[in-house]
């Protein structure tokens, strides 16, 4: 095994050890890393001490800031009293529950049960996987397309990388698997046609919903995936009434 200089700098480190997502890996050890080394309020700061204001929250995911003594302490308490446990075969804790009770207690719509999940990708996999259970538990082993958006993004798993709709996460994968539908992306200033209003654009997309679900044969369609607002895509906001209408759709 080739041994490797203890005195690298972490950037040096980084280009030799570490497969970065989402990077031009050809690229990367020519330019090299930018190296985050904390971070304050909606700033974080580079091994220079220079500051970003990071208006992509982490990756969505920091929405309270860095160095918040809330976070900081609660997490400490947390790891001092139980770090870590499953709620395989039966088992709980009180971190577990009073989250899932809660989120039910704040969900817009009726919800039964919490499922806990590591990251989005692994959440709608695991959403996946439940559609597919449903369908065989209830004899409709053909009940399984599942509709996704041109520009959506859902995650980067063998599934959800399937169904998310930016070409990038499935050119080299063989993507996307079987039994995924596509719809049209909501963005009336890229696919609106000329005049059409955003109250016609959302009606036309409702119909070619509509018609592709018909097309496909309603028996053999189990979900549509959607985010409210567009992230990766673009953060696209959809028409006022593009999801009622969309649901009017899916409730038919």
Known sequence: MESR????????????????PYTNLMRHPEIGPLVITHGKGVRVFD?????????????????????EERLVEAAAAQMRKLPFYHLFSHKTH?????????????????MSKVFLAGSGSEANDTAIKLIRYRA???GLPDKKKI???????????????????????QRSFDLPIPGILRASCPHH?????????????????????????????????????????????GVIVPPISYFPKIQAVLDK
């Open 47 to 67: 091994e220079s001490g220079k500051d970003y204001m990071e208006g992509l929250a982490g990756l969505w995911c920091t929405s309270l800031g860095w160095g």
């Open 147 to 169: 509709i996704a958006r041109d520009k959506a993004y859902h995650g980067v798993t063998i599934a959800t990388a399937s169904l998310t709709g930016l070409v990038n996460n």
């Open 5 to 20: 200089a203890s005195n690298r700098s972490i950037a040096e480190k980084d280009v030799d050890s570490v497969l970065h």
């Open 94 to 110: 009180d971190p577990a529950v009073e989250l899932c009770d809660r989120l039910l207690a704040m969900a817009p719509v009726p």
């Open 136 to 138: 065989n538990a209830l």
């Open 189 to 233: 200033y890229r696919f609106a046609k000329p005049g059409e209003s955003e109250e016609d654009f959302a009606t036309r997309l409702a119909n070619e919903l509509d018609a592709l679900i018909v097309a496909e044969g309603p028996e053999t369609v189990a979900a549509f995936f959607a985010e409210p607002v567009m992230g990766a895509g």
